[in-house]
């Protein structure tokens, strides 16, 4: 089964989408679980799969998400490989995706990910910077909710109706969505990390939750994606590639790993429940 994690951040800027991308690409490279990774575009906008796709000319996929979603072909119909060098595929976005928008249904994508959940080690979606129909279906379809998030004191005070949304899906849709934390981006290295925004931090989610790695700005994080590169192959060695790296190896798994026992835990004391009822 695939491990589904939901990158979401309503705020935009936030280093969202670039940080989806290393993820995945970094679960290919460092993980154990399996080398294969599948990104699902869910913002309109399409940047993921612009850059995934090796195109930046405008032009949307003749197969997407949308196509998947409103079941005009299949979700296996609908991915394609990407340019990276690591082991990608996509389910690209769409601009129609907008049209999804205006609708209540937030499951749709959930069914499509379970019918893809046993091809892939991993599966990340990305989402637009909003908290509607789109970013429902991805909390609603995920195992995990990953926030990145910038540093500064202008975006923590969104996160509090981000942690409402997360409570709300978990009180109903998807009772087994965890959060697997808060990843701080777009740091000024020059710069110390303001404490007002750890505190601020800490009082919208637990520390636990707030990864110790911070992400700081780099000038190769930026240029990768224009590129059609992850950040590990366009330069293994500069200071972006290090931190996502790091992070990914000595947080993020090891994160995931203690998430993963805690939710077994939880289905078999649920299960045991239902056996005596």
């Given at each position: ?249 000595k947080e993020f798994l090891k994160k995931h790993q203690k998430l993963e026992k805690l939710k077994v835990e939880r289905k078999d004391a649920a299960e045991a429940a239902a056996a005596e009822s």
């Amino acid at each position: 089964m695939s491990n589904v994690i939901a990158v979401v951040n309503h705020k935009g800027g936030t280093g969202k989408t670039t940080t989806a991308i290393n993820l995945a690409a970094g679960l290919t490279r460092y993980s154990d679980i399996t080398s294969s990774c599948l990104v699902i575009d869910m913002d309109p906008h399409g940047c993921a799969s612009s850059t995934l796709l090796g195109k930046l000319d405008g032009q949307p996929p003749a197969r997407s998400v949308f196509d998947v979603l409103r079941r005009a072909i299949t979700p296996q119909d609908g991915i394609t490989s990407t340019v990276y060098d690591e082991n990608i595929d996509i389910l690209p976005a769409n601009p129609y995706l907008e049209s999804m928008a205006k609708t209540q249904i937030n499951d749709r994508l959930a069914k499509v990910v379970a019918s893809l959940s046993t091809s892939y080690g991993w599966i990340i979606i990305d989402t637009p910077p909003n908290l509607g129909v789109l970013t429902q279906n991805a909390l609603v379809a995920a195992d995990y909710v990953l926030i990145p998030t910038q540093c500064n004191g202008l975006a923590v005070p969104a996160l509090h109706q981000l942690k409402a949304l997360i409570a709300k899906i978990q009180e109903r849709p998807n009772i087994w969505l965890q959060v697997l934390g808060v990843l701080i981006t777009q740091k000024d290295g020059r710069t110390p990390l303001q404490k007002h925004v750890r505190r601020e931090l800490s009082q919208i989610f637990p520390a636990a939750d707030v990864f110790k790695t911070i992400i700081t700005s780099n000038i190769k994080i930026e240029e990768a994606p224009a590129n059609f590169q992850s950040i590990y192959a366009y330069d293994s060695g500069c200071l972006g590639a290090s931190l996502y790296r790091d992070w990914i190896k000595k947080e993020f798994l090891k994160k995931h790993q203690k998430l993963e026992k805690l939710k077994v835990e939880r289905k078999d004391a649920a299960e045991a429940a239902a056996a005596e009822s």
